[in-house]
């Protein structure tokens, strides 16, 4: 068995996902790499909520 990594083209993968995160201080986060990404925030005093478009 041969220890060099295979020299064979992998495949590419055309995925689209998303991410929301909240940081510890409280701070909200999105990232995605969709065409567009729908989100919502609710806290004690309303809610937010859109789509976000990338260019």
Not at 21 to 34: K, M
Not at 38 to 44: E, K, N, S, V
């Amino acid at each position: 068995m041969s220890s060099h990594p295979s020299t064979k083209p992998q495949p590419i993968l055309l995925i689209h996902g998303g991410i929301i995160l909240l940081g510890p201080d409280g701070q909200i986060g999105i990232a995605h790499n969709t065409p567009r990404m729908a989100w919502g925030i609710a806290t004690a005093t309303g809610h937010q909520q859109g789509i976000t478009r990338n260019p």
